[in-house]
């Protein structure tokens, strides 16, 4: 399952509040923590990294 924007709007609020990755994650209704570390590196939205057809 993919991150939806909303969810990871979600997880990077409650990371800036000073939650763990995996607290921030069942928050948002995100399954993994490797999907958290991966928007937190990208530090872009899902919507973002969409490539269009080719």
């Known amino acids: ?10 997880l ?3 990371r800036s509040n000073g939650k763990t990755q995996k607290q921030a994650a069942v928050k948002a209704n995100i ?3 490797k999907t ?3 928007y937190e590196q990208l530090d872009k939205l899902p919507s973002e ?6």
């Open 12 to 14: 990077m609020k409650e």
């Open 36 to 38: 958290v570390r991966k």
């Open 49 to 54: 990294l969409k490539r269009g057809r080719e």
């Open 31 to 33: 399954g993994s923590c």
């Open 1 to 10: 399952m993919t991150a939806t924007d909303a969810q990871v709007r979600l």
